[in-house]
């Protein structure tokens, strides 16, 4: 049995502060550039503890601290990542 083929991407995951809601943050999470024959998309999360749990499903051992907190705006994560197909849809970010 063969593994699930394999994808070098840019994990990028950027916090956005609303200013208009003072309930907190919401995130954004998107990966290039794009595995040929696979169409990504933007994935969005209302909280951190939802994109924590989603990161940690999709990324077994994904550590939180990690994630860097500051500002209005800013990317919290930004790494290159090697993610299977089910570990991408998991994500949220393909289909």
Excluded: C, W
């Amino acid at each position: 049995m063969s593994s699930p083929a394999t994808y070098m991407l840019r994990l990028v995951i950027q916090r956005v502060q609303d200013g208009r809601n003072h309930q907190g943050a919401s995130y954004r999470v998107v990966a290039y550039p794009p595995p040929k024959g696979l169409s990504l998309q933007l994935a969005k999360f209302s909280s951190r503890e939802q994109l924590v749990e989603r990161l940690q499903s999709a990324l077994p051992g994904f550590d939180e601290k990690l994630l860097t907190m500051a500002g209005h705006t800013q990317i919290v994560f930004a790494r290159d990542v090697q993610l299977n197909k089910q570990q991408l849809v998991s994500l949220g970010i393909a289909r």
